[in-house]
């Protein structure tokens, strides 16, 4: 399993065409209709790898299931009160910490950011002014060049999780899968200044991404204790060592990091329910919202504090925010045609998007699997070709005169950020394209939102500046660096609506900055397949409520047209990394199948009895590589009915479990069953929650391989089963909505001295092109 976890690691997208070539061939669902659905398996049950359709992952599943066997029954029966308060105010408290340390993160991140970009566009506006051109091209990219190889050196030689935006993984994890490596301590570490440096150096990318990967990784730090190699053993941590309180927290940690991004708490809340997490309740609703809160409280002390000058060049910019509430919002009935349109235009062009994304993003895969060289290079040369391209692009476009209405101080400008760049310009004149290009994505966002602003921008120039973000948006994403999708999106996205506001300036009373906005919210509806967190983040950011009908209706009709072409780009991302995901929506082939066909598709199920030999035991865990086992007992009389004896489903025993039994030599001479005093002196609930270890640590001798154990007081009696008549598709919605790890399928008739099931799903997998269980 390490070295399935080091090989995922070491390739941001690893490559699983090769290694599905032979199941493709004898994959059941890969076939026509007029072909039997299954064919028996005649592979060994033990093979460790989970087959999702096509898809091959090494990667293991997460149980959010409630393991009640008899020692949680006891220790759930022997809290206190006052400890179960206690784990509700733990519950909260880290809640509160979890946004705490996101907001101070990323207010660090936004401070760091805004002082080394604006240090750099000074010096470079610096040498513009003195027309020492090339001097200042070969610095802009020096710079920009060092800033992209910290990022990149790090990423590749000391956590190559941290490339990428992180928000497929943590998608993943919340959906069940446990994605290795992902939320480790140097992850962390390496994502907070992989993400300085990459933002600082101009890469088309934005810091909202990395920033949910942060507020995930900060969760999952406190909800163990800190990294794996160092974690506290506090006794209070114990109530979240479990699947559960740190899917929990996790969710939490990724609403705080879209909240943190966009200081939209709401908006941060409705992107975990709609993107990332699979299963919501209400109790989870407002811990995540509470977390938001503290998010925002933060974020708003230290703007109080950098309004005072004392952040630097840390001013109005950063911390994104795009008001756009100066300018009144009137309709007329022909303004349906445009905002139709834009919609329209995102969805096609955010589906495109994905698709041009998705191609560039295999080449990458060729590129990263010859070697960690390659990868630098690969961030290094993107890096080159951005600066030049910022760089050099504002002198095709021409100088414009300043507007007499505007103060000398306005335009033009010469600072590092403002609306009207002067750039080559003479006094009076300034470079509409500069003020896009030669500054930060935030402030790039900010001018190109600019309302009452109609005659700013020359359309040829936000012809360009659309060109050229497509271009780097493309080729940027997927490098070995942090970076998020959102930012790059809305700068394309506003670049097109602002263009579409210049041809309907005549026909149309909305302004031309609120044409940017809803292109902007149209593309990523396009490209991201998202609708009520978007909308509501696009409230919060631009703080215009008059806005929400026609971006309520951008945002539908650009959903709608993107799904008729292609999945949203983080399924495709997911698909891409090999990680499985099970959809909300079964396939319609799944009605026509029941579990008992599935079952029968493959190998007999490993069973254990309740008193099981030690040598039985072992061999099980070492020739297969399942997480769970049925546990039966022989022999049972039931309490209602004929006396006849009959085979009893005791429950189901996870290896975890099996390997601490093993460790701790719980052996018996005798097959008996023991009292409940014999298993709370050998074992806690703390032990049993432990995840650590493999049968190959344990060392038997062979005396004791003919020795007994008895696995009733560690086998969850209540395990879900499902009626061997039950459809794939309605089993598949149970497991999913649960958060199943594991489902046992019992047969709607039994013959006596008949087992009392079919099989067991040890971890099935559901996808959109097949099922199967490892």
């Known amino acids: 399993m ?25 994959d059941p669902e ?5 072909r039997p659905l299954l064919k028996r398996n005649r592979t060994l049950s033990s093979s460790p790898l989970a087959i999702v359709g096509t898809k091959v992952s090494h990667i293991e599943s997460l149980d959010y299931e409630i ?13 206190s009160r006052a400890q179960v308060l206690q784990y509700v105010f ?45 001097t200042g091209l070969i610095y802009f990219t020096a710079v920009n060049f060092l800033l992209t190889s910290v990022a990149a050196v790090l990423c590749v030689f000391f956590a190559p999780t941290a490339a990428g935006p992180g928000i497929p993984e943590i998608k993943a994890y919340l959906n069940g899968v446990d994605t290795p490596d992902m939320f480790g301590a140097t992850t962390l570490i390496v994502k907070i200044i992989g993400s300085i440096g ?3 150096a101009g890469l088309d990318l934005g810091k909202e991404g990395p920033l949910v990967h942060i507020g995930s990784c900060i969760a999952s730090l406190l909800g163990q204790g800190g990294p794996d190699n160092h974690r506290i053993k506090w006794r209070w941590l114990r109530y979240f060592n479990n699947d559960r309180d740190r899917r929990d927290l996790i969710t939490c940690g990724a609403s705080s990091g879209v909240c943190a991004a966009f200081r939209a708490p709401v908006g941060g809340v409705l992107f975990a329910l709609e993107e990332v997490a699979t299963w919501w309740r209400s109790a989870l609703l407002w811990r995540t919202f509470f977390s938001t809160a503290v998010v925002v409280v933060v974020l708003r002390a230290f703007i109080e504090i950098c309004n005072n000058g004392q952040c630097g060049l840390f001013g109005r910019g950063g911390l994104i925010m795009f008001d756009v509430s100066n300018v009144s919002v009137r309709y007329r009935a022909m303004d349906i045609i445009p905002v139709v349109l834009i919609g329209i235009i995102g969805g096609l062009l955010g589906s495109l998007y994905n698709h041009v994304l998705h191609k560039v993003l295999r080449l990458y895969n060729l590129i990263n699997q010859k070697g960690k060289i390659h990868k630098l290079l690969l961030s290094l040369f993107v890096s080159i070709f951005t600066s030049v391209c910022l760089y050099g692009l504002p002198f095709l476009a021409s100088c414009t005169p300043c507007d007499n209405s ?17 750039f080559n310009c003479p006094k009076g004149y300034y470079n509409d394209l500069a003020t896009l290009l030669l500054t930060t994505n935030d402030d790039a966002v900010r001018n190109i939102f600019s309302t009452n602003t109609a005659g700013e921008y020359n359309p040829v120039s936000l012809l360009i500046f659309f060109a050229i973000y497509c271009i780097l948006g493309l080729i940027t994403f997927g490098i070995a660096v942090p970076s998020g999708l959102f930012l790059p999106i809305i700068l394309m996205g506003s670049a097109y609506g602002r263009l579409l506001g210049l041809a309907m300036k005549s026909y149309t009373n909305i302004d031309q900055g609120l044409y940017a906005v809803l292109g902007a919210a149209s593309l990523m509806a396009g490209s991201m397949r998202m609708t009520v967190s978007l909308c509501v983040i696009f409230l919060e950011l631009t703080n215009n409520l008059l806005l929400l009908p026609i971006t309520m209706m951008v945002l539908l009709i650009a959903k709608t ?3 008729s072409f292609n999945p949203s780009i983080y399924e495709i991302i997911l698909e891409l990394k090999g990680l499985p995901f099970l959809d909300a929506n079964p396939e319609p082939w799944m009605r026509n199948l029941t579990v008992a066909e599935l079952a029968d598709a493959k190998p007999p199920v490993v069973t254990l009895h309740g008193v099981e030999k030690v040598s039985r035991v072992v061999e099980v865990l070492k020739n ?5 086992f049925p546990v039966v007992d022989d022999g049972v009389v039931p309490p209602v009915g004929l006396p006849i004896e009959a085979t009893e489903l005791h429950g189901l025993i996870l290896r975890t479990h099996l390997v601490q039994v093993l460790k701790k030599k719980w052996f018996l001479s005798e097959k008996r069953r023991t009292e409940e005093w014999e298993v709370r002196e050998k074992f806690t609930s703390v032990d049993l929650a432990e995840r650590e270890g493999t049968i190959e640590e344990v060392v038997v001798t062979r005396d004791e391989m003919d020795m007994y154990i008895d696995l009733h007081p560690l086998t969850n009696t209540t395990p879900y089963t499902v009626v061997e008549s039950m459809s794939v598709a309605k089993a598949m919605v149970l497991f999913r909505a649960v958060g199943l790890r594991h489902m046992l399928i019992v047969p709607k008739y039994e013959a006596a001295g008949a087992c009392p099931f079919l099989g067991a799903s040890d971890s099935w997998n559901f996808d959109k092109a097949g099922l199967a269980g490892s």
């Open 406 to 422: 505007l103060p000398d101080s306005a335009c033009p400008t010469n600072g590092r950020s403002g609306n009207y760049k002067q």
């Open 67 to 79: 393991n009640e066997n008899d020692l949680f029954k006891h220790d759930w029966r022997s809290r």
């Open 561 to 563: 047209v993107g799904d």
């Open 30 to 34: 890969s076939n026509s209709l007029t």
């Open 198 to 200: 990459a933002v600082s």
């Open 90 to 134: 733990l519950k909260w408290t880290l809640a509160c910490l979890v946004g705490l340390l996101t907001g101070i993160i990323a207010t660090l991140i936004n401070l760091a950011v805004e002082n080394i970009a604006g240090y750099k566009l000074l010096a470079v506006v610096a040498y513009i002014e003195q027309e020492r051109y090339i």
């Open 624 to 628: 297969t590589t399942h997480n769970g």
């Open 2 to 26: 390490e070295e399935n976890s080091k090989q995922y690691a070491e390739t941001a997208i690893p490559q699983v065409e090769a290694e599905t070539v032979d199941l493709e061939e004898r």
